[in-house]
């Protein structure tokens, strides 16, 4: 390839990642519209939350992008019984509060992660059979509801990092973990067994909610 074609491949490749920032941005804006107008008076109510995942079901390429995959995956593991408990909507309620005092105008792409914690990318999960154990604060909800949302797929949550661990899953709001002694020896425990011949595989929030069933449960 001569110079002029790697010019113009580059200045494509820029102009794809321009593209899809400033989609991103507009769709960030309006989850955050749309996160700020059910939240407004501090309740949810069952009808607020089935307005929201008929949004998002008719937003597709919102629900199906960080953060917009978090908060649908959320909302679906809220209605997936049919019964919308007390606790659930208190959970949702925190996630979207997150999200709306987390100056979602201004998230990028993906989450930030603690620098230092070797987050990997993977396309191998398989929730059913697999165990996971949670750590860091995630925009999805509590880490004893990101257990349950486990559970009801047919994982296996774990309390600990074990060399028998499947998958370590670091919270997407864990830009200032590092501070919190309790996750950095999680992420240290995981990255000594990996050396020791582990399969422990570390990952941020976003790949876990990504492989979520919304239909499951």
């Known amino acids: 390839m001569g110079n002029a074609d790697s010019q113009d491949a580059r200045s494509d490749t820029r102009t794809t990642k321009a593209t899809d920032a400033g989609l991103l941005g507009r769709s960030c804006e ?62 949702l309620k925190e996630t979207l509060t997150g999200l709306i005092d987390g100056t979602l105008r201004d998230t990028p792409a993906r989450p930030e992660t603690p620098a230092a914690a070797p987050v990997e990318e993977t396309n ?23 257990e349950r949302a486990v559970t009801r797929r047919g994982g296996k949550p774990l309390p600990e990092v074990q060399p028998e661990l499947d998958y370590l899953v670091v919270g997407a709001m864990a830009s200032e973990a590092w501070a919190d002694m309790d996750f950095a020896r999680n992420v240290q ?27 499951a449960g």
């Open 30 to 91: 309006a989850l955050w519209g749309i996160c700020s107008g059910v939240m407004a008076d501090q309740e949810l109510s069952d009808e607020e939350i089935r307005f929201l995942d008929q949004w998002l079901r008719d937003n597709r390429e919102i629900a199906a992008t960080w953060p917009g995959n978090v908060v649908y995956a959320r909302v679906q593991d809220v209605l997936a019984d049919g019964v919308i408990t007390e606790d659930e909507r208190n959970h």
């Open 124 to 146: 191998a999960i398989e929730i059913p059979g697999r165990s996971f154990c949670f750590t860091g604060t995630f925009l999805f909800g509590t880490q004893a509801a990101c």
């Open 189 to 215: 425990q995981a990255m000594d067994y990996q050396k020791d011949g582990s399969d422990i595989a570390i990952i941020g929030e976003e790949i876990w909610t990504r492989h979520l069933r919304p239909d």
